[in-house]
């Protein structure tokens, strides 16, 4: 057990709907990072937070958004949900100092879309 | 653009066997190397880690070993075991807490007993 939470497990919902997925970091942990892992592009980076501010973006589409709030729990708002947003979403959460880059991962929300 | 290449996609050892897989990279920036094991329906979790200070790194029966010049690492499973039968995945970062993790496509791991 990573110490990193995330709800739900599953989601199942239509296209064109609006889903939240939730992810609570591991104790003392301020940096909280957002993971799309599908099939055809294995685990790509979507966007970091860090003690609430944004802190880095990667591959993450218009129709994705985040946030990370004072209690330190993130969220990642996926509308307008199209069939190839299917995907294994992980959240992952490091403190932001020490010498390595130690990311620890939840156990994944596996989202579909019919 | 892939940044990080993984290599094989699925690979088969018998119980005892070696295995091995290989990544390379590109951006020469990289500088922290680790490798994530993911079991299904689970979470990737840090398996072993290197600084391309070093040309190899051992912890049990993992071991990386680390070719700077050629921009390439390997994950060796000595004596493996079957269940060490995984998702295997190498990812580089700069070696900076708090920066994102590069990925590269999995390896499939099947141990046969």
């Known amino acids: 057990d990573s110490g990193v939470t995330q709800t739900p497990k599953h989601l199942i919902t239509a296209t064109g709907q609006r889903v939240t997925l939730r992810c609570s970091p591991r104790?003392?942990?301020?940096?909280v990072y957002w993971y799309q892992q599908s099939l055809d592009q294995g685990l790509q980076f979507l966007i970091q937070?860090?003690?609430?501010?944004?802190?880095a973006k990667g591959n993450i589409l218009e129709r994705f958004s985040a946030q990370q709030f004072p209690d330190l729990h993130s969220e990642l708002n996926l509308s307008s949900l199209e069939l190839g947003d299917s995907a294994l979403y992980f959240c992952a959460s490091s403190v932001l100092t020490g010498p390595d880059n130690e990311q620890f991962f939840g156990p994944g929300t596996r989202l579909t879309v019919l | 653009q892939q940044q990080v290449k993984q290599s094989p996609q699925s690979l088969i050892v018998q119980k005892g066997g070696i295995s091995i897989i290989n990544c390379a990279y590109e951006n020469t920036a990289f500088d922290y190397f680790p490798w994530y094991q993911q079991f299904p329906g689970k979470g990737p979790a840090l398996l072993i880690a290197i600084r391309p200070d070093v040309s190899e790194k051992k912890e049990g029966r993992f071991t990386i070993s680390f070719n700077k010049s050629a921009k390439q690492f390997s994950l060796h499973i000595m004596d493996s075991q079957p269940g060490d039968s995984a998702t295997y995945f190498c990812?580089?970062?700069?070696?900076?807490?708090?920066?994102?993790?590069?990925f590269g496509k999995g390896t499939t791991l099947s141990v046969s007993s």
């Open positions: 990812a580089a970062s700069s070696n900076q807490a708090g920066t994102a993790l590069i």
């Open positions: 937070y860090y003690n609430g501010e944004e802190r």
């Open positions: 104790s003392g942990d301020l940096s």
